[in-house]
Structure formats: structure tokens, C-alpha cells
């Protein structure tokens, strides 16, 4: 008989069904929009303002000297880097000149993960190599936004198959599936949604509000500082949140769907407790 790690004196262990929610049912898939849009819009800007910079795109010395400095053990102190094995490896990277060419590769790095991010395209990989990038700057002793960044990245990659719901991966995942559920292009039937298709209409509202709410938040990123940034901010979060929810749908909802429905979402399919599996099917 096969043990099950899951259980404890037969009874099965299960996850809270606010855990299970926020990272598998796609009503919360506005969560990891928002999350994303933040986090792609920080690689972004990162990876662009360093373009025209040759320290960075020529002769890679930004790098290089980040390198040094975190490989150094001060006499008498303590090393930027705090693990032997780790300041090993940048000395080797030193030794062979490796920022010629690695400085470059970061900045492309920084920009394809914001632009994946941001439109939500194999977004859990996205993630993924983000938080790894911001392991490395924190091992090499580099704090900053690093530790916040990597912590959004870890949810966003738990939250793989429902936080590019609001972006290209709604098409993209069931075309290409997981490497242990092939999707149509490689004969499976990964989807992300078991529940019937919406009507066209509330569709294109639906999406237009969070295409709204996204440039809304992206205009006050580029553009805006202080509180009108904040409030257009909150504004931006608000839109993206009730649409995600199914909230205040103004156009016809589904045959049978009540009006209070289409305001604050059916109770049926996605509203019960059943609608956690929505992502997972």
C-alpha cells in the first residue's frame, strides 16, 4: 500500500481554501496582475536605462566592478559577499573577463523578463529567472529592492497557471502546456479554464477595463510621483481588481444570469468552492 505523505492518522491533510484560491482559481488572477505589472515595469526600467550606458553594453566595468567589490575580503572586516563559494565563483567570472559579455546578457535578461511580465507571456518562467537575479545581487551583498522583488517573483511563480491569466498566457499555456501535461500544439489538452466561454461582449468589457487599469498604472509609474501617483495607483488596482472578480459586468452575462449577478458575479461555477480548480483543469 502506498503512503500518502498527505495524510495524518487517515485523515488527508488539505490547504486552506483561501491558499488554494489565490493561487489556482483565476477570479484572484488580478492579484498577480498587478503583481507582475509592478514587477515587469522595475526589470524594465532597469534593463533600459543601462542601453546607452557603455560601462554596461561595451565594456561591461559596471559590472566588473561590482564584481571585484563583492569579491574582496577587507582586512580586518567582513566581505560584501558572505559565502566563500560564492566569491570563488565571481573571482573565476574575474579571472576569464567574463564581464565582457555577461554585462550585456544582464541587461537583455532584465528586459525580457519585464516585457514577459508585463504582458504576461510564460510568465511563472519570467519569474522565475527574475528571483534568480535577484539572488545573485543579493548574495553578491546587494540589497536593496532585491529581497521585495523576490518575494513577489516566488508568488508569481506559485502562481503560474492563473497569473497570466489577464495576458498572453491565457493562449499561450493551453497551446503549450507543462512539460507533464503537453498542450494542443503537442497533441494534449492542457487548459487553464474548465467553465463554459463567456459571451463576446463581457469578454471585450472585461478586458478593456484591465487593459485600462494596466495603462492607468503604467502612465503613473512613467510619468507621476507622490500622492496623485498613489491615488491613480489605487484607482488602477480597484478597476483591475473587480473586473478580475467579475464585479458591476455591465454588458449581458451568461443565459439565466440574474443582474445582480452580472454586478457582483454568479454564485454558480467559478463562485463555489469548486471554482478553486478553474486554473487547474
Given at each position: 500500500?502506498?503512503?500518502?505523505?498527505?495524510?495524518?492518522?487517515?485523515?488527508?491533510?488539505?490547504?486552506?481554501?483561501?491558499?488554494?484560491?489565490?493561487?489556482?482559481?483565476?477570479?484572484f488572477a488580478w492579484v498577480w496582475l498587478i503583481a507582475r505589472v509592478y514587477l515587469g515595469w522595475q526589470w524594465l526600467t532597469s534593463g533600459w536605462g543601462k542601453l546607452d550606458n557603455p560601462a554596461w553594453m561595451e565594456t561591461g566595468m559596471a559590472v566588473r566592478g561590482f564584481w571585484e567589490r563583492a569579491a574582496t575580503v577587507p582586512e580586518g572586516g567582513r566581505p560584501v559577499a558572505a559565502y566563500d563559494w560564492?566569491?570563488?565563483?565571481?573571482?573565476?567570472?574575474?579571472?576569464?573577463?567574463?564581464?565582457t559579455w555577461f554585462a550585456p546578457m544582464v541587461v537583455g535578461g532584465e528586459i525580457l523578463v519585464g516585457v514577459a511580465l508585463l504582458v504576461g507571456?510564460?510568465?511563472?518562467?519570467?519569474?522565475?529567472?527574475?528571483?534568480?537575479?535577484?539572488?545573485?545581487?543579493?548574495?553578491?551583498?546587494?540589497?536593496?529592492?532585491?529581497?521585495?522583488?523576490?518575494?513577489?517573483?516566488?508568488?508569481?511563480?506559485?502562481a503560474w497557471k492563473i497569473a497570466?491569466?489577464?495576458?498572453?498566457d491565457r493562449v499561450l499555456l493551453p497551446a503549450l502546456g507543462a512539460p507533464w501535461q503537453p498542450g494542443r500544439l503537442f497533441g494534449g489538452e492542457a487548459r487553464v479554464s474548465s467553465e463554459e466561454?463567456?459571451?463576446t461582449?463581457?469578454?471585450?468589457?472585461?478586458?478593456?477595463?484591465?487593459?485600462?487599469?494596466?495603462?492607468?498604472?503604467?502612465?503613473?509609474l512613467a510619468v507621476l510621483t507622490g500622492p496623485v501617483q498613489v491615488i491613480l495607483l489605487l484607482l488602477a488596482?480597484?478597476?483591475?481588481?473587480?473586473?478580475?472578480?467579475g464585479w458591476f459586468t455591465i454588458t449581458g452575462g451568461r443565459p439565466g444570469e440574474s443582474f445582480s449577478d452580472r454586478m457582483f458575479g454568479s454564485r454558480g461555477g467559478s463562485g463555489s468552492t469548486g471554482g478553486s480548480d478553474d486554473a487547474a483543469t
Open positions: 500500500m502506498q503512503h500518502d505523505p498527505a495524510t495524518t492518522n487517515g485523515t488527508r491533510l488539505e490547504n486552506p481554501r483561501w491558499i488554494t484560491a489565490l493561487f489556482s482559481d483565476k477570479r560564492y566569491r570563488g565563483f565571481l573571482q573565476f567570472m574575474l579571472d576569464i573577463d567574463a564581464h507571456a510564460l510568465t511563472g518562467v519570467a519569474a522565475f529567472f527574475g528571483a534568480f537575479m535577484n539572488m545573485n545581487f543579493m548574495l553578491a551583498g546587494t540589497a536593496s529592492t532585491n529581497p521585495v522583488m523576490a518575494l513577489i517573483a516566488i508568488g508569481i511563480v506559485i497570466g491569466w489577464w495576458g498572453v466561454p463567456e459571451p461582449a463581457v469578454t471585450v468589457e472585461r478586458w478593456v477595463r484591465v487593459l485600462l487599469g494596466v495603462g492607468i498604472a503604467l502612465y503613473a488596482g480597484v478597476l483591475v481588481a473587480v473586473t478580475g472578480m
